[in-house]
């Protein structure tokens, strides 16, 4: 498969995702302008409907977001074939910022049931980013030899090897 039959994979399937995460966001915030689901309350007075809701469309949302990083591996790896593991790098960047996502999605559903425990939760959160930051990491460390390679072949294209000096001739 060409490098174009690849982009246009990768943009075909970061659109497709586009739309399911519009899609999604756009029922959360309907379901969130609903009067009658603002004051009914879900398992306990500290959870309304609406936030449960919008909780359960956040998990959907990272869900298609991950399912998107998994996806779009094999195009990443042959775009940038100059990176080894090029695809799971950027399946880590997709989870990691699935992670920063999730961290302000769900705190509304999560802190009024753990109000002297919010550090749990930030702890987990913490501990998630590290792990998934150090594989990105190592990735990267592994790949800087070839990255080097790429870059100085962009910064002097057209340099070549010295001429050699003609042997002398007696």
């Given at each position: 498969m060409g490098k174009k039959d690849l982009f246009r994979t990768l943009l075909?399937?970061?659109?497709?995702?586009?739309?399911?995460?519009?899609?999604?966001?756009?029922?959360?915030?309907?379901?969130e302008q609903l009067p009658f689901a603002q004051a009914l309350p879900f398992l306990s007075q500290k959870l309304p409907v609406s936030v449960f809701l919008n909780a359960v469309v956040s998990v959907l949302a990272v869900a298609v977001f991950v399912n998107f990083g998994g996806e779009s591996a094999p195009s990443v790896d042959g775009l940038l074939d100059f990176v080894p593991k090029a695809g799971e790098l950027s399946c880590?960047?997709?989870?990691?910022?699935?992670?920063?996502?999730?961290?302000?999605?769900?705190?509304?559903?999560?802190?009024?049931f753990v109000r002297d425990f919010e550090w749990?939760?930030?702890?987990?959160?913490?501990?998630?980013?590290?792990?998934f930051l150090a594989k990105t990491g190592l990735l990267v460390y592994y790949a800087s030899e070839e990255i080097s390679r790429f870059l100085l072949?962009?910064?002097?294209?057209?340099?070549?090897?010295?001429?050699?000096?003609?042997?002398?001739?007696?």
């Open positions: 075909l399937k970061s659109v497709k995702t586009l739309v399911v995460l519009f899609t999604l966001f756009a029922m959360g915030w309907f379901v880590n960047v997709v989870k990691i910022c699935a992670l920063l996502f999730s961290y302000y999605a769900f705190q509304a559903a999560v802190f009024p749990v939760y930030q702890l987990v959160f913490l501990g998630l980013t590290l792990f072949g962009v910064i002097h294209p057209y340099k070549t090897d010295p001429p050699k000096a003609a042997p002398p001739t007696t």
